[in-house]
Structure formats: C-alpha cells, structure tokens
C-alpha cells in the first residue's frame, strides 16, 4: 500500500493548473458569445432569426474548416508557440466586437475568430494529455473537461445576468479581459516539445492524417445529436425572451449543468458495466422528452424542468459518443477519432443553428424545439442501424477467427 501511493504522480501541479484555467477562460468566452449573439443580433442589428442563426454557423464553420489541419499546424510550429499565438488572436478578435454594428462585419469577424478556437482548443488538449502522468490519464483528463463544462454553466449565466443591466458593448470588453487572463496564464504552462518539423515537412499529407474512417459512423450519430443541441446553445435565450421568461434563463443553464454534472459519474459507470446501449438509448429518450416538454413551457417550472431533463439526457451522450469513436480506432490513433467526431459535433452545431434559425422565422420557437425532438427520435433509429452493424461485424469478424 505504501508502494502504490508514493508512486502515485500527481496531477495538479502548477502547469496544469494553468492550463486549466487558460481552457476554462478560452470556453468561458466562447460559450457566453455563442449565447448573447443571436440576442445583439437581433436587438442590436435588427436582423432576423436567420441571421441570429448565422453567428453560432459561420463561426463553428470556420473551426471545422481548420480542425483537421491543426495537428499539422502544432507539429510545425510546437505546441507552446501555437498555444501563445492561438489564445493571443483568439484575445484579439474579442476586443474587435467593441466595434461591431454591421452584420457582415459580424460574420467575417465571427470566421476570423472561429480560426483561433479551432487551434486553441486543440492544442490545450494535447498539452493537458502530456503533462498527465501515464497511469492517472483517464482521471486528470476527466478533471481538464469540468473545465468546460463548468464554462457552460458560467458563461450563459454571467453573460445574460449582466446583460440586464449593462449594453453590449461593455459585456464585449469584459470578455476580452477574460481572454487577457487566459494569455497571460499561458506562459506559466510548461510543454515538451518534440522535433519533428523535418519529417513533416518531408511526408505528404493525406486523408489519414486528418480523420479516422472507422470513427465516422458513430460521429454521423453525434452530428445529429449536436443538430438538436444548437436549438438550445442558439436560441434558448432568444426563446426565453419571446415568453417573458429571460430573467429566468440564466438559470435554465445552472440546472442544465447541475443535471450533467451530478450525473456524469453515475452513467460513466453504467457505460463500463453494461455497455453503451444502456446510457444512449435512456439518454435520448430523456433529452426528446426535455425538447418536447420546452416547446411548450411558459412557466419558470418547466422551464427548469426541460432544463434539468435536457441536461440528463445530453449530458450523457457526449462522453458516451467519443468514447465510442475512440475505442473503434485502434489505440495509436486515438486522437484522429477524436478529431474526427468533433469535426461531425461541431458542423452539426453550425448546420442546426442556421436550419433551426430558419424555422423558428417561419414557424416560431416551439415548432423549432419540435424539429429538435424529432431529430433525436431519428438519431435513435440511426444508432440503432449503427450498433446493429457493428454487432454483425464483430460476429463476421469471430467467425473468420475460427
């Protein structure tokens, strides 16, 4: 016993603490603007749901467009350079909606910044997975993605508290102060380089180099469960507003959270004991039926319940979703799996924001939150067809052992 626990490296040291911050500040500001914008787009440009729609897409867009490439951008240029670089664009482009009052000045701004999300994003993860010891990898990663989920919860709540009683354009400066934070913790976070710019310079990329194939059925299932989500992530402060109940949607986001989170632990060890199909298919369920139950909430009380619900069933089918593309991968190609159902995840996100946008202009919020629930519904059959192949390919695949 003794043994065991002086060999126990530790995981909080003072570079991952920082790196932790700097993720927590980087999805902080990236959550709290993919919640106000449609509203500033709205109120402030005077555009349309469409449009309000458009500022969660171009900007996802744009990230996805980048992702595959950034494993190659962190070879060349190293992880701490891209680290600095990224967070300090990504810092840049936040001050510059100060400025903001034309639409398409909006959209070409929100393309610039979805860039340096793309790379900041990724190179955090890479460097959190190296500075993890070897035998605690699944723990101190665990702790690096509360990290974001607790983004979510802060930067929603805090963004719209603050939007009834501040404009903007002060809410706007604020968040770019928050990223200041950020790049300023980069430089207290360590990184191993390694030196292999020659050799990838010298090889030519392929497709393999971007996306895992065998990930893709299980990144199409989280496509359209990401689909369904950005009905929530785009326009559940839009929503709220139309019913009379945006003072109550921040804490919409806290029970959403509060629901994922206290969960979490309990459907990770379901996964492990009883296999995938016992957390996704209640999980779905449960996330339609939250979407269903909010299309036609006008009370504070359902609304938190359609939260605490959507939180439930979402909650659980991310994690379970990634897992599922990474164990389909063989090992060495882990991060490929990961990488490519993220880039499915996200377009679904900017796909959903500028579809639903268009719904709920021609029939309203609650038929949009209809459109979700259904979508999930489908997502059902579409695992379904999924986990039935996979099974028939494991048992071809047994039947050639033997």
């Not at 010298?202 to 996306?211: A, G």
Request: charged content about 10%.
């Amino acid at each position: 016993m003794i043994v065991e626990h002086s060999t126990k490296q530790n995981i909080w040291t003072r570079p991952f603490f920082m790196a932790l911050l700097n993720n927590f500040f980087l999805f902080l500001v990236f959550y709290s603007l993919l919640t106000i914008l449609p509203l500033y787009v709205l109120d402030e440009l005077h555009g349309t749901e469409g449009q309000a729609g458009l500022a969660t897409t171009v900007f996802l867009l744009s990230a996805i467009i980048v992702r595959p490439f950034s494993g190659k951008i962190i070879e060349l240029l190293g992880k701490k350079k891209t680290l600095i670089l990224s967070v300090l664009m990504f810092g840049i482009s936040s001050f510059i909606y100060f400025w903001v009052n034309d639409f398409y000045f909006l959209m070409g701004l929100r393309f610039f910044h979805g860039i340096w999300f793309s790379i900041g994003s990724t190179v955090m993860v890479a460097i959190a997975a190296d500075m993890i010891p070897a035998n605690r990898k699944g723990e101190g990663l665990g702790y690096f993605a509360m990290s974001m989920n607790l983004a979510v919860v802060v930067g929603p709540f805090l963004s719209l508290a603050l939007l009834q009683w501040i404009p903007y354009t002060t809410l706007f400066m604020g968040l770019a102060w928050i990223i200041v934070i950020g790049f300023l913790c980069s430089f207290g976070i360590q990184v191993t380089e390694n030196d292999v710019m020659e050799q990838v310079l010298s090889r030519r990329l392929t497709l393999k180099d971007l996306i895992e194939v065998k990930a893709i059925p299980i990144a199409l299932v989280g496509f359209l469960t990401s689909f369904a989500y950005s009905g929530i992530m785009s326009f559940i402060s839009v929503y709220a507003k139309s019913i009379g109940l945006f003072e109550s949607v921040s804490l919409f986001f806290v029970v959403f959270a509060a629901a994922m989170l206290l969960s979490r632990p309990y459907t990770g060890r379901l996964f492990d004991r009883s296999g995938p199909n016992a957390v996704i298919y209640p999980s779905l369920v449960i996330f339609a039926f939250g979407l269903i139950l909010l299309s036609f909430t006008h009370s504070v009380v359902f609304l938190l319940i359609s939260g605490t619900l959507i939180g439930l069933g979402y909650g659980a089918l991310l994690p379970s979703f990634q897992t599922m593309s990474i164990q389909a991968a063989p090992k060495r190609r882990t991060g490929h799996a990961t990488a490519t159902f993220f880039i499915f995840y996200d377009l679904g996100i900017a796909v959903g924001s500028f579809v639903l946008g268009l719904v709920s202009s021609q029939f309203g919020f609650s038929a949009l939150y209809i459109v979700c629930s259904g979508v999930v519904l489908v997502t059902v059959a579409a695992y379904k067809i999924l986990t039935k192949r996979r099974t028939m390919a494991v048992h071809q695949g047994e039947a050639l052992e033997l």
